[in-house]
């Protein structure tokens, strides 16, 4: 499981104090990034090599409020991976523990041309570390 924490910004709360659900995206996204960053995975290489990496699909579930204050940790887990795509789990938590959303993104491989591709065949390299990554991920939740 990867863990990925920073506090609330004013900026990303509405009126009533809370956090616009549309920020809980820039969260999950801000960590998978940073997770294939600190995984020798990061994305702008990646698309350097031509293949791009869209969502296909997000689901979320809303379960408490986040406030301007807290401190949120993205809790994170890529729960599958086939070449062309993958998923990863999320898991936002405050600093009292409380689950403030749970959801999963699903995402594929792309070239310039918007054509899914395989890792496995463009960048053996990378296909081998993702790899990796899933059987640690999968290894470290069980």
């Known amino acids: ?68 204050g807290d401190i949120f940790t993205v809790k994170l ?15 936002v938590v405050n600093q009292n523990d409380d689950i403030l959303l749970e959801g999963e993104s699903g995402h594929a491989f792309i070239d310039e041309r918007l054509k899914p591709v395989s890792l496995v065949k463009t960048i053996p390299e990378r296909h081998e570390r993702m790899n990796t990554l899933l059987n640690k991920h999968l290894r470290s939740s069980l």
């Open 77 to 91: 887990c890529m729960t599958k991976y086939t070449g062309v795509r993958f998923r990863v789990e999320y898991v």
């Open 1 to 68: 499981m990867y863990l990925y924490s920073r506090p609330v910004f004013y900026y990303e709360t509405d009126k009533m104090g809370v956090v616009h659900h549309s920020n809980y995206f820039r969260w999950l996204e801000e960590a998978r990034t940073c997770f294939f960053d600190d995984n020798d995975l990061a994305y702008v290489v990646t698309e350097s090599l031509g293949v791009m990496s869209p969502i296909t699909d997000v689901s979320v579930k809303y379960k408490f409020p986040a406030k301007f």
